[in-house]
């Protein structure tokens, strides 16, 4: 088994901590490729913002697990040569992790920080499972995060039709129960690009923030996490859509409802969609103005430089996490 340690990773207990103190949110950010996990490290180490690079299952076997603890320390040296030997605190979290064995797979190459998602069972199984993980994860100093209630929508591994909220009367004896470090609620967010389909002129219906008020209150100082909370920028759509993407009527979570989540008890904010809009738009852009183009770091250098402002826009102004390292 390799130890996060020795990549030069941190876990997350320390980052939630100063980020509940400080009233801002670590970005959680996924990847499944060397470019996007360079602009993660690139923005995060000039932003000097800590920051949590996440793998699903999927991404993970699309990457080979005997690539991700070499990705991973390499990570870490790459933020030290932009920083003069002076990385920001990175940790390697399982987004998503469907059972016991996943998360131990997922340990086994490296992983720092854990989640395992549970939700879609009834409370007692999904107590059961949480409590699991953490009484296996925790002797070997991994932090453990727990699912309660269910986001709906399409990204990766997780597919779910409607959205359950959170019910901030269990999540008290949840935590207790389960002994988790961090636990993920459901208050209106959900995965994928489509979380909203509003009308022409319709606002996008705002976030229930009296269920994160009802959890924060009843976990007073415990590190929330908010799900499915990318943006959906308008010009990264319409620059997919302009050059062949058919992205029609995606809509995502409005950056002043992450700001005031990230200014409450959220202390993560996991981020995918944008990553993979944003990407993708400059690429095909790429394609169509220069059809003869054959060379990948033609096309996924320009989509890294996107990246890079993308994720550095985020930390500074949406998570507040700028700065504080």
Do not use: W
Request: a negative charge.
């Amino acid at each position: 088994m390799i130890n996060y340690k020795d990549l030069g990773l941190s876990n997350t207990a320390d980052m939630f901590k100063k980020a509940m103190d400080g009233g801002y949110a670590i970005p959680a950010l996924n990847f499944n490729n060397m470019e996007q996990l360079q602009a993660i490290i690139q923005a995060a180490t000039e932003s000097r913002s800590p920051v949590i690079i996440q793998l699903s299952k999927g991404a993970m076997s699309y990457i080979s697990d005997s690539f991700i603890p070499h990705l991973a320390k390499a990570a870490v040296q790459y933020s030290s040569d932009l920083s003069n030997g002076n990385p920001v605190p990175i940790a390697l979290h399982l987004d998503h992790g469907d059972s016991l064995e996943t998360v131990k797979r997922a340990i086994s190459v490296g992983f720092s920080s854990v989640m395992i998602d549970a939700s879609h069972y009834d409370y007692d199984e999904n107590v059961r499972i949480s409590k699991e993980v953490a009484e296996f994860a925790h002797p070997l100093d991994i932090t453990v995060e727990a699912e309660l209630g269910v986001l709906a929508g399409i990204e990766d591994d997780v597919v779910a039709e409607k959205s359950h909220y959170t019910n901030p009367e269990e999540v008290e004896d949840f935590v207790k129960k389960t002994g988790v470090d961090s636990l993920a609620i459901s208050i209106g967010t959900s995965h994928g690009a489509y979380k909203f389909k509003p009308a022409p002129g319709e606002e996008i219906p705002p976030l229930h923030f009296d269920i994160l008020e009802g959890c924060q209150s009843r976990l007073p100082g415990f590190p929330i996490v908010l799900h499915g909370a990318s943006s959906i920028p308008v010009e990264a759509v319409k620059l997919l859509n302009q050059y062949g993407g058919k992205m029609d009527n995606a809509a995502g979570v409005p950056a002043d409802q992450v700001r005031k989540a990230a200014s409450m008890a959220v202390c993560k904010v996991n981020i995918d969609s944008d990553g993979r809009l944003t990407m993708t738009g400059r690429i095909r852009e790429v394609f169509h103005n220069k059809p003869s183009e054959f060379d990948p770091r033609k096309y996924l250098g320009p989509a890294r430089e996107d990246l890079v402002e993308l994720y550095k826009d985020k930390m500074k102004n949406l998570l507040g996490s700028a700065g504080r390292c």
